[in-house]
């Protein structure tokens, strides 16, 4: 099975950017949808940013449009990336990748998607 280790967390202040990595450790048809979930301490897993891999069709929650982006050519490398510009200290939180390799598409709910990263923490403070 795929396996995902996610690199590029760390402090940053108000207004400042941070690039994420995903490294996955194969490139297989299997999977369907990768993308970025984050958990605050107190908080639910919650969806920012999710590529469909066939369709490229790509989500991004509320709070991050306009400020994350996943880049078209994130298929480099076998590695998925998430820039983050405009961090806000709400952004503060544990950062996971994930993939998704049950059913055909992208879902909202973490609980879908079966192969998760151990997480990078992203601090965002003054």
């Known amino acids: 099975q795929v396996q995902l280790v996610e690199s590029g967390g760390g402090s940053v202040q108000p207004g400042g950017s941070l690039t994420l990595s995903c490294a996955t450790s194969?490139?297989?048809?299997?999977?369907?949808?990768m993308g970025w979930f984050r958990q605050a301490p107190g908080k639910e897993r919650e969806r920012i940013a999710t590529?469909?891999?066939?369709?490229?069709?790509?989500?991004y929650a509320d709070s991050v449009k306009g400020r994350f982006t996943i880049p078209r050519d994130n298929s480099k490398n076998n590695t998925l990336y998430l820039l983050m510009n405009s961090l806000k200290p709400e952004d503060t939180a544990m950062y996971y990748c994930?993939?998704?390799?049950?059913?055909?598409?992208?879902?909202?709910?973490?609980?879908?998607?079966?192969?998760w990263g151990r997480g990078t923490q992203v601090t965002v403070s003054s």
């Open positions: 194969e490139v297989t048809d299997s999977v369907n949808c």
């Open positions: 994930a993939a998704k390799t049950l059913g055909p598409y992208c879902s909202p709910s973490p609980s879908d998607f079966n192969v």
């Open positions: 590529r469909h891999t066939r369709t490229r069709s790509t989500y």
